[in-house]
C-alpha cells in the first residue's frame, strides 16, 4: 500500500460563516477573559469561570455546535467548533470547552441518540445546563485505549479509579468507560453521586484543572455496550486530539503577536529590539511554523467534519505538528520577553503551562508520529 | 466579460481548426497564442483574453485532454515567469509584440542577468555599467553570475548601473539584452554536483539599443522588483501530492530497503514525513487563497520550509543508504537544462539541495522579508541609504 492523496479536496479556508462565529467568540472573550482576568481567576480556587462559560453557552450556542438541532444543538461541526477553540487557546480561557462540547458531546453522540439515556444528556450539554467530563486520563491517544480502570457490575455499580481527568472537579456529569459483566461499556454517572469522589490534582496548567475520579460503588447508567462503546470513545478521542491542534493553533498565534508587539516598543542599545536580525529571524521562523499549523489544524477540522478514511492521518499530523509549534511558540514568548517574560504578572506562564500540557493531553507528537508509521506504511524496524 | 463557457467554445474552436493530431507542434502554440488562449489574463492581442487568471485551468484541462502540445513551461520558466510579467507591466506597445508570443512558444528562450559576484542578496550593489553613446543608445560592460539558460537564451532581462553618483538603488536601468551580441560570452559554471546548471556571463562593449530599454532611466530598481515579485508567486503556488518530492523519494527508500532500517531513523523519519505533509497542507491551503483571489502571506514562507526540509530529507536519504551512500553517481561535467531532483541518485539531491536555501533569495533574505513586511517588524539601520554607489566600499 502506498499513500496517496485523498481523493476529497480539503476545504482549509474559513468560510463567512466560520469568521461571523469567530469575531463573537472573540469579543466575547476579548470583553470578559483578558489576561489579567484569567490571573485574577486563577487564585479563586474555582475550576472554572463559569459567568464566562455561561455566556459562550447561552449567548452564542458554543457547547452544542457539534450536537445536531434536534438534540437542541447549533447542528455545525467540527470546522466551526476548531474556530471557537483557535479563540480559547489565544485568550488560554479558562473553561471546559474541549472536556465538555468536544470529548463529552462526541462521546455521546457516539452512542445511540435515539435513547433518553443519551439524548437528555446530549440536549443539556449542548445548551450549557451541564458540564460533562469523558473520565480517561487527559494524555491518552486515539487508538491507545487499554482495559478500563473502572470495573461495572450487573447493577451498574462502578468501581475504581481514573487518573488526571481533565475538568472533572467542575463537572455535573462523568461518562465512564468502564469493564461491564459483558465487555466494555460506556457509563454515565452524577458527579454528585454517592460513591463518587474527585480527588483534585494540582496541575502543571492551572487553566485546564486535573482530578483523579475514585468510583466507590457508584450508580452508572450504562449508555452503550462493546463495540458501540469502544467505538464512542475511540471518536471521542480523536476528534479532541484533533480539534486541539485548532486549539494549539490559537495559542501559538497569541505568544507570535505579542512578541511581536513587544519587539516593536521595547528598546534596547538605542533601538527596539525588534529590528536585531538575531531576534527577527527567530519571529519570522516562528511566524512560518503558526501559518504552516494553521494549514494542518484546518486540515484536520475539516477531515473530521467530512468523516473520511483520511481523518485519521489528518487528526494525526495536525497533533504531530501543532502541539511543538504551540510549545516553541510559548517558549520563544517567554525568552524574547526576556525577563518580564519569567515573571507572574505577565501572561505568558499562562501560555507555557497550557501549550505544555496540551503537548501531552490525547497523545504526545511522538505517540501521533507512531500511529502514522501504520497509517501511512511507514514501519518500524 | 470572458468567462467559462467562453473559454470552453474558444478553445474548441482552436481544436477544431488546428487539430493537435495533423498540426505542427510550433503551428499549434502560434495559433494557441493567437486565439488568446495562451495565458487568458493577459490582455488581447498579446496572448489573453482579459479573463480572470484562474480560468486558465479551464482551458489547460481542455487542451490536455484533447492531447495537445504545451509550451513545456518549465524548460522556459524566467521567460514566463519573470520576463514576462514585467514587460507586460513597463514594456512599450512594440516591445510587447515583438517579444511575447516567441516567449510564450517557446521559439525565444530567456535568461536574467541580475545577480554578479559582488552583488548577490544585496542585488541593488551591482557593478556592470551600461553608459550611453552619442545616438542614445547604450554600451554595457560587467560580469554576471548564476545565469541558468544563459547558453540556450536568445534573450536576457539585464539590470545595469547608469548613474553611479547617485545612491544605488536610484542609479540602475532596466534593458532587455540580446545574447547573440558579440560583446555576451557566456561560460559554464560548474557546481558542488559536478555539473554546470548555470553561467559566468561576462559582458564586453555589448551594444543596446534604446528601444531595448523597459521604463525610464534610473528606473530599474522599480522594475526588479515586480520581476522578482513574480518570482516568489511562481515558487509558492504550485501543487502536489502527498509524498511529492523529496519525502516521497525517502518514503519509497524506507519501504524498499527494511534491511537498513532503524529506530533513530524511523523516528527522524516520520518527522520528516509530517513536516512534509504540513508544507504541502500549507501550499494548498495558498493556492485556495490565491483561486478566491486572497492572496495570503504564507508563500513568503513557503520557500523556507521548502528548502529546509530539502536539505534535511536529502541528508536523511544518505545516511540511511549507508555504504550505497558513500558512492555518488556521476561527476561528469553536464549541461542539464533543470534540476532533476528525482532522477539521480541521494548524494547529487543532498550536494543539489544546499542550493535551495541560496538561490532565489537565501533564506536569511528571505526571514528579513518574513519578518518586515508580514510581521511588521523595523529595518536594521543602514549606512549605504543616502551615499551615492561609487563612494561604497566594495
Partial sequence: MTPTTPAAEPDLLYSEEEDALRAAVRALLTDRCDPATVLAALETGRPYDPELWRALTAEIGAAGLLVPEKFGGQGAGPREAAVVLEELGRAVAPVPYLSSAVLAVTALLGCDTGRAEVAGPLADLAEGRTVGALAVPLPTAPGGTGPATVRADAAGALTGRVTSVADAAGAGLLLVPAEGPDGPALYAVDAAADGVRTEPVTPLDLTRPLAHVVFEGAPGRPLARGERARTAVERALRTGAGLLASEQLGLAEWCLTETVRYAGERTQFGRPIGSFQALKHRMAALWLDVASARAAARNAADALAGDGPDAQVAVAVAQAYCAPVAVRAAEECIQLHAGIGMTWEHPAHLYLKRAKADELALGTPGRHRDALATLVDLAAP | ?394
Fill in chain 2, 1 to 394: 466579460m470572458t468567462d467559462a463557457a467562453d473559454l470552453r467554445r474558444r478553445t474548441a474552436e482552436l481544436l477544431a481548426t488546428h487539430p493537435p493530431k495533423t498540426t505542427d507542434r510550433l503551428d499549434f502554440l502560434r495559433a494557441r497564442f493567437d486565439a488568446g488562449l495562451a495565458w487568458v489574463h493577459f490582455p488581447e492581442g498579446l496572448g489573453g483574453l482579459d479573463a480572470p487568471r484562474s480560468l486558465q485551468a479551464v482551458v489547460d484541462a481542455e487542451l490536455a485532454a484533447a492531447g495537445a502540445p504545451d509550451n513545456t513551461p518549465s524548460r522556459i520558466g524566467i521567460g514566463l515567469g519573470m520576463a514576462a510579467p514585467t514587460l507586460l507591466r513597463y514594456g512599450t506597445e512594440e516591445q510587447k509584440q515583438r517579444f511575447l508570443r516567441p516567449l510564450w512558444t517557446g521559439e525565444e528562450v530567456w535568461c536574467q542577468l541580475f545577480s554578479e559576484p559582488g552583488a548577490g542578496s544585496d542585488l541593488a550593489a551591482l557593478a556592470t555599467r551600461a553608459v550611453r553613446d552619442e545616438d542614445g543608445d547604450w554600451v554595457v560592460d560587467g560580469q554576471k553570475v548564476w545565469t541558468s539558460s544563459a547558453h540556450l537564451a536568445r534573450w536576457a532581462i539585464l539590470v545595469a548601473r547608469t548613474d553611479p553618483a547617485v545612491p544605488k538603488h536610484q542609479g540602475l536601468t532596466y534593458f532587455v539584452c540580446d545574447m547573440t551580441d558579440p560583446g555576451v560570452d557566456v561560460r559554464p559554471l560548474r557546481q558542488i554536483t559536478g555539473e554546470a546548471e548555470f553561467n559566468e556571463v561576462f559582458l564586453s562593449g555589448v551594444e543596446i539599443p534604446d528601444a531595448h530599454r523597459l521604463g525610464a532611466v534610473g528606473d530599474g530598481w522599480q522594475v526588479a522588483r515586480t520581476t522578482l515579485m513574480n518570482e516568489r508567486v511562481a515558487i509558492g503556488g504550485a501543487r502536489s501530492a502527498r509524498e511529492g518530492g523529496m519525502i516521497g523519494v525517502a518514503a519509497a527508500a524506507w519501504r524498499d530497503r527494511p534491511e537498513l532500517r532503524t529506530h533513530d531513523l524511523h523516528q527522524r523519519l516520520l518527522t520528516f514525513w509530517v513536516e512534509a505533509e504540513v508544507a504541502r497542507l500549507t501550499g494548498e491551503r495558498l493556492r485556495q487563497q490565491l483561486t478566491k483571489g486572497q492572496p495570503g502571506p504564507e508563500g513568503s514562507g513557503m520557500k523556507l520550509a521548502f528548502a529546509r526540509l530539502a536539505q534535511q530529507i536529502s541528508g536523511w536519504e544518505v545516511e540511511f543508504l549507508g555504504e550505497d551512500g558513500l558512492a555518488y553517481d556521476d561527476w561528469t561535467l553536464r549541461r542539464p537544462e533543470g534540476v532533476d531532483f528525482t532522477g539521480r541518485e541521494a548524494g547529487y539531491r543532498y550536494l543539489r539541495a544546499k542550493g535551495n536555501s541560496i538561490e532565489g533569495g537565501t533564506s536569511e533574505v528571505l526571514l528579513n522579508i518574513v519578518a518586515e513586511r508580514v510581521l511588521g517588524l523595523p529595518p536594521e539601520p543602514r549606512t549605504d541609504k543616502d551615499v551615492a554607489w561609487k563612494d561604497l566600499p566594495r
